[in-house]
């Protein structure tokens, strides 16, 4: 449709750009016919081609499609420079300029890039909403190859944390940016503090499927060696949909269960999945996670049964001579009871009034 569009000649298409232009600028899908009776001879080519639809009785006009008036109008903006930012600052209070910018900006940029990225500098103005600039920082997110006037304008407003955290957001899966964030940027960030370094954890889950030997070598420098930080080590590497098993990747899950208390469910989670690749190697992590945990216990041992048995301290032997009283119950008439697990494997059922002679009695 579009290829048709850019073939109608000058008159056909000087209409359908003044049509759009007028439409934007009345927040309208429709215009009344009798706006355009000097030129009723091309309107009715542009109906019989498939370009407009006119509606006799109402006398209005309007495009065929949606999408080709969003063409339409992303079209005219490539006529003079400036003339998109200008209608978006002009209309940004109007509910409908989100989908004409995003179309434009994506139009624009496929078409003409140069134009694009000076329209885009141009944009990023003071007088620009903000939900006008989120969605600029949106649209330069799902790049995979982004130009030099976008990472140009990312860099310009990189250290501002109202566009940082969003941009961190937006950029997530795309290559490009993950490569122009590796060098400096991106480790930086996994320097801060874990709350800080958090921002960093989804570009590297995404980035594991296309650059995980450069991910894992920035999580062994800057977050493996700082035990605070081993909960985002662990989502990563455990809980993430990309992240490799193998005996480099138990190394690394072994390190950080010995020394950091974990949930007995992701511990659990996470050796069934390595077992079921590297099932010599799952064993590797529950024990490290136990030796942790009993660690962590005999720590909250009291100091004055320190120099005792500290093992009854933890876990009194008692516990585990505990036998269970004998339970018995009527079911019908019938009388049944739990029976000594030293004598009796199962329990036993007798047709009569009285429990069973063989229960154990504590």
């Not at 934007?24 to 000097?38: C, G, K, S």
């Given at each position: 449709m579009g290829e048709k569009v850019l073939a109608i000649p000058g008159e056909r298409k000087t209409l359908l750009l003044g049509?759009?232009?007028?439409?934007?600028?009345?927040?309208?899908?429709?215009?009344?016919?009798?706006?355009?009776?000097?030129?009723?001879?091309?309107?009715r080519e542009l109906v019989a081609?498939?370009?407009?639809?006119?509606?006799?009785?109402?006398?209005?006009?309007?495009?065929?499609?949606?999408t080709l008036y969003e063409f339409v109008?992303?079209?005219?903006?490539?006529?003079?420079?400036?003339s998109l930012t200008q209608a978006i600052l002009a209309g940004q209070n109007s509910i409908r300029i989100r989908p004409q910018l995003w179309y434009?900006?994506?139009?624009?940029?496929?078409?003409?890039?140069?134009?694009?990225?000076?329209e885009l500098a141009r944009l990023w103005s003071?007088?620009?909403?903000?939900?006008?600039?989120?969605?600029?920082?949106?649209?330069?997110?799902?790049?995979?190859?982004?130009?030099?006037?976008?990472?140009?304008l990312a860099w310009l407003n990189y250290d501002d944390p109202w566009f940082q955290r969003r941009f961190l957001n937006a950029v997530v899966g795309s290559p490009g940016w993950f490569e122009?964030?590796?060098?400096?940027?991106?480790?930086?960030?996994m320097a801060q503090p874990a709350e800080t370094a958090a921002l960093a954890l989804p570009i590297l889950e995404q980035a594991m499927a296309f650059a995980g030997g450069e991910v894992l070598a920035m999580v062994d420098q800057y977050w493996l060696p700082h035990p605070d930080k081993d909960t985002l080590t662990w989502r990563l590497l455990a809980?993430?949909?990309?992240?490799?098993?193998?005996?480099?990747?138990?190394?690394?899950?072994?390190?950080?269960?010995?020394?950091?208390?974990?949930?007995?469910?992701?511990?659990?989670?996470?050796a069934s999945q390595i077992s079921a690749l590297l099932p010599n190697l799952a064993p590797r992590l529950v024990v490290a996670w136990l030796n942790q945990q009993w660690h962590k216990a005999c720590e909250a041992?009291?100091?004055?049964?320190?120099?005792?048995?500290?093992?009854?301290?933890?876990?009194?032997?008692?516990?585990?001579?505990?036998?269970?009283?004998?339970?018995?119950?009527?079911?019908?008439?019938?009388?049944?009871?739990?029976?000594?697990?030293?004598?009796h494997p199962r329990p036993s059922w007798k047709p009569s009034g009285r429990c069973s002679s063989n229960c154990w009695k504590p």
């Open positions: 049509m759009a232009r007028r439409m934007a600028e009345e927040e309208m899908l429709w215009l009344p016919l009798a706006w355009f009776e000097d030129r009723y001879a091309t309107v081609e498939g370009m407009l639809r006119l509606d006799e009785g109402s006398g209005r006009l309007q495009f065929r499609h949606q109008r992303a079209r005219g903006f490539l006529d003079r420079l400036g434009a900006l994506q139009h624009t940029r496929q078409v003409s890039p140069e134009l694009y990225q000076q003071p007088d620009l909403r903000p939900h006008l600039r989120m969605l600029l920082i949106e649209f330069l997110g799902t790049q995979r190859i982004p130009l030099a006037g976008e990472t140009r122009n964030l590796a060098p400096d940027r991106l480790p930086l960030l809980m993430g949909n990309t992240a490799p098993l193998d005996a480099a990747c138990v190394d690394r899950l072994e390190r950080i269960a010995s020394r950091t208390d974990l949930a007995a469910w992701t511990i659990s989670h996470t041992v009291p100091e004055s049964v320190k120099n005792g048995d500290e093992i009854e301290a933890v876990a009194p032997v008692a516990t585990f001579r505990e036998r269970p009283r004998p339970l018995c119950w009527k079911v019908g008439s019938f009388m049944t009871c739990r029976p000594s697990p030293r004598r």
